[in-house]
């Protein structure tokens, strides 16, 4: 709901500390770091290892808004940073609910739910990202996205993602219902993107 009014605030953040990275470290080398720490992040969930999960997780989330800011910065941001960025992410965002149902099986309903509504979730963001690109392009306007990928905004993006996950992480006692909560409000940002596609293409 926020990330379009945070990615310049988050890139002022990171990019001071652009300066301070070596050449020899490229971008990807940021992504793919972020991509093993949200692996392992998920890894030490499953075994219920809350403080190192977390520490992970928001390790992950720091080289997330690094990679991509050190990219602009360079002037070298390309379509396949972006997508691999984002396949990164997608993975571990699908792995920690699940991650941490392992050791609270009480919460598989919910964590089903939740999953299928990130499966219906992408279908419709990426189909209404083709058609914003394609109506761009029709009219020769260039995006301004920081993003590789134009996303229509939604009650939940990457910014309520993440605290809901850094939720779950911190307090996986309450999954069942955090994972409920996420799923409706999902499922509103699903509506929502429903709503507009309709709207473009009446």
Wanted: aromatic content about 10%; proline content about 4%; charged content about 15%.
């Amino acid at each position: 709901m926020f990330d379009v009014q945070l990615r310049s605030l988050k890139d002022s953040i990171f990019d001071p500390c652009c300066r301070y990275i070596p050449p020899s470290i490229s971008p990807l080398h940021i992504t793919a770091a972020a991509f093993v720490a949200g692996l392992t992040a998920c890894y030490t969930a499953s075994h219920h290892n809350i403080p190192s999960s977390l520490f992970l997780w928001l390790l992950n989330r720091a080289l997330d808004c690094l990679d991509g800011t050190l990219a602009r910065h360079r002037k070298s941001a390309s379509d396949l940073g972006g997508f691999l960025d984002l396949l990164g992410d997608f993975i571990v965002y699908s792995l920690i609910p699940i991650s941490l149902a392992i050791s609270h099986p009480e919460a598989w309903d919910a964590v089903a739910v939740l999953e299928a509504s990130f499966h219906v979730n992408n279908f419709v963001l990426f189909y209404v990202a083709a058609i914003a690109e394609k109506q761009a392009a029709a009219k020769g306007e260039k995006s301004k996205e920081l993003t590789s990928v134009v996303m229509k905004p939604a009650l939940v993006e990457g910014m309520e993602s993440g605290l809901l996950f850094t939720a779950m992480l911190a307090y996986p006692e309450r999954l069942r219902l955090l994972a409920w909560v996420m799923a409706f409000l999902v499922g509103l940002g699903i509506c929502q993107r429903v709503a507009w596609t309709f709207s473009a293409l009446s």
